[in-house]
Structures are given as structure tokens and as C-alpha cells.
């Protein structure tokens, strides 16, 4: 039995799916079963990573874990997760970490909240992998809304690059990890085939939808005022404006060719991603 937490987000529940065709046992965990909406076949059930005494039912059985959190509970969270895993027998904890991780200069929230929950799942003692993604493609959504009010994105850091990966990509080297042998023990840095700019991830858009799209470089203060007007907190808005900050430095436009060589075909491009997602952005 593999147990996937986080099972109904972007990476968790691309990861259910692959798990499911490749005929694995899955169990999803999930703060709110009835909302799943997973596969039939997946052993959905509730568990919170910031409730420790509700892992142990869900950890019942299981062999391998998925291991995803996010925010500033990460250390928490990952030490309660790894914990419970090891006092239930778990052979091993497949992570998904940052790439940033991986740079030693990077000091900022993201991955120090990462390089905590790394430290976490070793001193559990459990087997590990670590997947460390560099960037998300699926970030791209956070522009749908205004390229279908105004056909114009804002982003800061115009000229930071980074080499995105599609979440599909990282849900199938998990896969990889979860059911073959070969990966205890390794930290796979994980990335897209391009280091790609805001405005060239734009320009693509625009040819994929077939729109006129405009790109526009705005104050790291401004796209901060724009993350904590959806809701999000100070602590998380200044973690991400940093994390957008990071896309200046050299590191962040590593391109990797790990997705290929754990799962025998190329990372997807970007291009790709955005055909699959069209209407997400309001066409096709």
C-alpha cells in the first residue's frame, strides 16, 4: 500500500492517477474525504499532517509514503508525517522537497522550511527520497483571470529565468520512486527542458490561445500587494516574493535531465503544458 498525502492537489492527485493505472494500491489522505473526488479503487482517507494522532490509522498497512506539504508548517508538519510513518514500519518517504534546496546560498523561507522537513524525514530513520522540482508550471494559472479580464499579465522580476517542470513530470518520477528500487537515498533535482522568463512563458501563451497578450513588469511590492489581496498571509506573501526574487540567480535556470532519465522520455515543455491546459484559461 503507497499513501499519498496532499492526494487532491496539482502533483498529489496526477500522482493517484499514475499510481492507479499502474495497477499500485493507493491510499489517499486527505482532510476532506467527501470532497476527493478520486478514482475508484483509492482507499480515500482523512488525515492532517498537523494532527499527529490522526496519521497513525492512515499509515495502517502502508509501505511507502508521499510526503506533501507546504507553507511554514512544512517542518512540522514533514516531522510528524515522518515520525508516524517510522513507528508504523514504513519502509520508505518519498518527499517532495524545492529545488532551492540544492543551492547552497538560498536562505530565504522556501527552502528553509524545505531543508527542515528534509531534516525531519532523516531523523525519522525511514528510507527517503527527496524530489526537488525547481519551479511549477501550474503557477502560469495564477494568470488565467487577468488574461481573460484584460488580456495582460503583471509579474515581477522580468528578467529572472527558471527552468519549470510540469507537475504530471514530478508526479511520474514519484511514481518511479514509490515502485521501483533504486531510489532510497537520492535527491533528484528536478526541472523543465528550458529556463523560461514571465514574458516568454507569456509569448507562448499567446500563440497556444491564439490572443494578443500583453506583458508587463511590475514592483516586487506591487505583485506582493496583488498575493496577500487573494488571501494569502504576510508570511507566505513575503516567502513567495522571495521565491520570485530567487528567479534572478543563476541556479535557478539549471536544466536537469533527471525526468528523462528516471522515466525513459523528456521532461514536457512548457508549450505542452499550456496546450493541455487550455481551458483552464478560458479557450479551447
Known amino acids: ?10 502533483v498529489g492527485r496526477a500522482l493517484v492517477d499514475q499510481l492507479t493505472a499502474l495497477g499500485a494500491p493507493v491510499r489517499a489522505a486527505t482532510r476532506h474525504p467527501d470532497r476527493a473526488a478520486l478514482p475508484e479503487g483509492v482507499d480515500v482517507v482523512y488525515a ?8 497513525a490509522a492512515a499509515l495502517r498497512g502502508v509501505r511507502r509514503v508521499f510526503l506533501l506539504s507546504d507553507g511554514p508548517d512544512i517542518p512540522r508538519h514533514d516531522a510528524n508525517l515522518a515520525r508516524a510513518a517510522a ?21 530565504d523561507p522556501v527552502p528553509r522550511w524545505h531543508r527542515a522537513g528534509e531534516q525531519a524525514v532523516l531523523d525519522a530513520g525511514s ?19 487577468p488574461i481573460r479580464a484584460t ?13 519549470v517542470i510540469d507537475p504530471a513530470d514530478i508526479a511520474a518520477v514519484a ?25 516568454e512563458m507569456v509569448a507562448t501563451l499567446a500563440e497556444v490561445l491564439g490572443l494578443p497578450l500583453a506583458f508587463t513588469e511590475v514592483s516586487p511590492a506591487a505583485a506582493r500587494e496583488a498575493i496577500l489581496g487573494r488571501g494569502v498571509s504576510p508570511e507566505m506573501a513575503d516567502a513567495i516574493t522571495a521565491l520570485r526574487a ?35 484559461f478560458g479557450h479551447g
Open 48 to 55: 492532517d499532517l498537523g494532527e499527529p494522532d490522526s496519521l
Open 175 to 199: 511514481a518511479r520512486a514509490l515502485t521501483e528500487d533504486g531510489h532510497d537515498g537520492r535527491a533528484h533535482l528536478l526541472t523543465g527542458p528550458q529556463a523560461l522568463s514571465p514574458g
Open 87 to 107: 513507528r508504523a514500519g514504513v519502509d520508505a518517504v518519498v518527499k517532495l522537497s524545492s529545488g532551492r534546496v540544492a543551492d547552497p546560498s538560498a536562505a
Open 1 to 10: 500500500m503507497i499513501l499519498v498525502t496532499g492526494a487532491t492537489g496539482t
Open 151 to 163: 488580456a495582460t499579465v503583471e509579474a515581477p522580476f522580468a528578467a529572472g529565468r527558471v527552468a
Open 127 to 145: 528510507a527517503w527520497t527527496f524530489l526537488r522540482p525547481m519551479g511549477f508550471m501550474s503557477n502560469a494559472l495564477a494568470w488565467a483571470g
Open 246 to 280: 530567487a528567479s534572478l540567480e543563476p541556479f535557478a535556470a539549471t536544466v536537469t535531465p533527471t525526468v528523462e532519465q528516471l522515466t525513459g522520455r523528456p521532461a514536457a515543455t512548457f508549450r505542452a503544458w499550456a496546450e493541455r491546459h487550455r481551458k483552464e
